[in-house]
């Protein structure tokens, strides 16, 4: 399975700043999937990212507010912009070597709080 | 729409068998998966099931599939204390999972 590296592992962030958070694979991967786990919650997929092209964004995130980008087949960075505390949730990033057929790896995730 | 439940707690003796049940809406549904999340940690994955099959054993961990009555569980046999943590299922029949509400499990000597 693949191995994902996320950074930061976690952040305190001021209301109105954004924060980068990055995900590097140690392979290739076609699509890479960004999540988001709010307190005490399940998971949400917030976009798919497919290099070289737009992400495609699940109902109710919007590119403004969560831009997103893939500039290669083994790294991508998802921007939590403007935050306000409604943000403060685990973000992980996620890949799948073989897509469904294998399952799918998570790295370990950032933790953020918006004061 | 797409909906995955699971019971929110589950409490066993250390030796005991766990169960750890979900259901699911989906019935074009291929894959079936169960992750762990442990305190401050990302999701490992465990184990996953081809909708085809009606059960898939590995290890300590046994994964039961009731097609029909879209129910998914996973057995944890002489469960111990290191199996503390958070289980989601989670279903798949693009590549986006949708992920169960999650059961905390809690293991007392």
């Known amino acids: 399975s693949a191995v994902i590296s996320q950074k930061p592992s976690r952040d305190i962030c001021q209301r109105g700043t954004s924060l980068t958070i990055q995900c590097q694979v140690d392979s290739q991967v076609t699509m890479m999937f960004w999540y988001r786990q709010q307190p005490g919650q399940s998971l949400t997929l917030i976009a798919t990212?497919?290099?070289?092209?737009?992400?495609?964004?699940e109902s109710g995130f919007v590119i403004d507010k969560f831009p997103i980008s893939r500039p290669n087949l083994t790294f991508s960075t998802l921007t939590v912009s403007n935050m306000s505390p409604e943000d403060s949730s685990i973000y992980l990033c996620s890949v799948g070597l073989q897509g469904r057929r294998s399952g799918y790896t998570f790295g370990s995730g950032t933790r953020l709080t918006v004061v | 729409g797409e909906d995955v439940e699971q019971s929110l707690f589950l409490s066993v003796r250390e030796g005991d068998s766990s169960v750890i049940n979900c259901t699911y809406t989906d019935s074009s549904s291929t894959y079936l998966y169960w992750y762990k999340q442990e305190p401050g940690a990302g999701l490992q994955l465990l184990t996953y099931i081809f909708s085809n099959m009606d059960m898939k054993q590995d290890q300590r961990l046994t994964v039961l599939l009731n097609k029909k009555d879209k129910h998914l569980s996973l057995r944890i046999a002489d469960t111990q204390t290191g199996d503390s943590a958070i289980y989601f299922c989670a279903e798949a029949h693009t590549d986006k999972l949708i992920f169960g509400t999650g059961t905390r499990l809690q293991v007392f000597p």
């Open positions: 990212a497919n290099q070289g092209s737009e992400a495609t964004y």
